[in-house]
Structure formats: structure tokens, C-alpha cells
């Protein structure tokens, strides 16, 4: 799997400067060598919040380097099960 498989996708991250421990969700826009390009609702509502506009007739898109990325969470079609919630012990 590589980020440029993604793109399109919807994925969860966490990014510290965003929030240090909460995943984001975020929609992969695109790939660069030094990062990502993403849409992200939570960073839109801010950022027309502070610019006083209740709407954008473009929807903005952002550009997060790897290093300010801590973990990106995808999911793959295949089961997934909680070892606890069945009892067994890892």
C-alpha cells in the first residue's frame, strides 16, 4: 500500500499541530515527495471562522509535511477482531 493508492480516500491521522492526540479525518488529495495534500472539514470550519465567510465556493485543500504527520490509519477489506472481546489473550 503507498499514499498514491489512496488518493480519493478518506484516511485518519494524527497531526500534532492539528491536535497532539485526536485522529483526524482527512481526504487524500494528493501526493508530493514531502508530504500530503489533504481536505480536511475540521481545518475548513477553522479557517472560515477566522476569515468570517460562512461558506467557500472552492473547497480548500492542505499541505501536511511527513514530519508533522505522527500515524495515518487506512482500513484493507479483510476481518479485523478483538483479541479481548473473544477472550484470548495476545
Do not use: C
Amino acid at each position: 500500500m503507498n499514499f498514491k493508492e489512496l488518493i480519493g480516500q478518506n484516511i485518519a491521522a494524527i497531526v500534532p499541530m492539528m491536535d497532539p492526540i485526536a485522529m483526524q479525518e482527512l481526504r487524500l488529495i494528493g501526493t508530493e515527495d514531502g508530504g500530503l495534500w489533504v481536505e480536511s472539514q475540521s481545518l475548513s470550519n477553522l479557517w472560515l471562522a477566522k476569515l468570517g465567510l460562512p461558506a467557500s465556493t472552492r473547497t480548500l485543500v492542505w499541505f501536511l509535511p511527513y514530519h508533522e504527520i505522527r500515524i495515518v490509519m487506512h482500513s484493507i477489506e479483510q476481518t479485523s477482531l478483538s483479541e479481548s472481546a473473544f477472550g484470548v489473550q495476545g
